[in-house]
């Protein structure tokens, strides 16, 4: 899986979340290294090039989550990502259409100015 461990994680998670999202990825891609580093030298000594197939059967299993799991993110706001998962497309990424999440400046301009206005009303009533 290489590098997407580190940049997956930091575009799909709100910024309520990511930090603590980030870190855990980030812990659990050491952690597996970590095993894999013990794991490799006793197994190409013992097993020796059947090794492989342990590698391939894990990279298979990843290709399988990666295909059921993942929404494509790409060119989305995290705004829009958060929708997606809201939408309820839990364990069918392929269903979630283009136009899911998408929004206008327009429409963007106006969350953020309603936002703002909410934000003027909590500070002013403290």
Avoid: Q
């Amino acid at each position: 899986m290489g590098p997407v461990s580190w940049t997956y994680p930091a575009e799909l998670y709100s910024l309520k979340v990511r930090g603590k999202a980030v870190s855990l990825a980030t812990a659990t891609n050491w952690l597996f290294n970590f095993a894999l580093a013990f794991a490799v030298p006793p197994g190409l000594s013992s097993i020796a090039w059947k090794t492989y197939f342990i590698f391939g059967t894990f990279n298979f299993a990843a290709f399988i989550h990666v295909f059921f799991m993942f929404p494509e993110t790409v060119g989305r706001t995290l705004e829009e990502v958060e929708e997606i998962f809201e939408s309820g497309h839990v364990f069918s990424p392929w269903k979630v259409g283009r136009d899911v999440g998408r929004r206008t400046l327009g429409e963007v301009r106006g969350k953020a100015a309603v936002d703002d206005e909410k934000d003027e009303k909590d500070s002013g009533s403290h």
